[in-house]
């Protein structure tokens, strides 16, 4: 199952600091784009099925260290 989800940003600088910091990031292959402007970001992966899928609460982290937080 694909998943997506996007993050809102205080600047365009945290949001492109979060889509660098995804570019190396272990936890989970994703795709990441800036989406509705320069300050906030889409992700997409795809649901490790199976199990619990963590990679929604690590990207929230991931976010929250770079000042963003989900949006719909």
Known sequence: ???QIAYQFDSEQD???FLNSLRHWPVAEVDARFYRG????????EYAA??????S???DDLAARHN???IN
């Not at 320069?38 to 992966?45: E, F, L, P, R």
């Not at 199976?50 to 990679?55: E, I």
């Open 1 to 3: 199952m694909q998943v």
């Open 15 to 17: 949001a492109y600091r």
């Open 38 to 45: 320069a300050d906030s970001v889409k992700v997409s992966y």
């Open 50 to 55: 199976g199990g619990f899928d963590a990679t």
């Open 57 to 59: 609460s690590e990207l």
């Open 68 to 70: 963003g937080r989900e």
